[in-house]
């Protein structure tokens, strides 16, 4: 079992930057994968982007050139630089690690931390 915490949201206006950061209470370093999601209020959990194994990353359409993901694994921790925000951009921010094996999944979800962007 590996608990995630979430932290460095919050409200910023539109065109600045957030860094979130992700804390595993165990070791990532199996982790399939890491990434972070968001939900925005009346809509479905999207992903945003995600880190494969220690160095492929993928990003959703709508924040590439804008954030970037990466991962520590010496501290266990995920990291999400959000430059460029949008209002578009505000929703609460899950951090997700999948060390799923054949025949076991192991998915898990950290509470979430709010990003706000006003205009």
């Known amino acids: 079992q590996v608990q995630l915490v979430e932290s460095g949201g919050g409200l910023v206006q539109a065109g600045g930057g957030l860094r979130l950061s992700c804390a595993a209470s165990?070791?990532?370093?199996?982790?399939?994968?890491m990434g972070w999601y968001r939900q925005a209020p009346g809509k479905q959990r999207e992903l945003v982007a995600i880190?494969?194994?220690?160095?492929?990353?993928n990003y959703a359409d709508f924040v590439k050139g804008r954030f970037t993901i990466s991962r520590d694994n010496a501290k266990n921790m995920v990291y999400l630089q959000m430059r460029g925000l949008k209002p578009e951009d505000t929703a609460v921010y899950y951090c997700?690690?999948?060390?799923?094996?054949?025949?076991?999944?192991?998915?898990?979800w950290g509470q979430g931390t709010q990003v706000t962007v006003s205009s």
């Open positions: 997700n690690a999948d060390f799923s094996r054949v025949g076991r999944p192991a998915v898990y």
């Open positions: 165990g070791s990532i370093s199996s982790a399939n994968a």
């Open positions: 880190v494969i194994n220690d160095d492929y990353t």
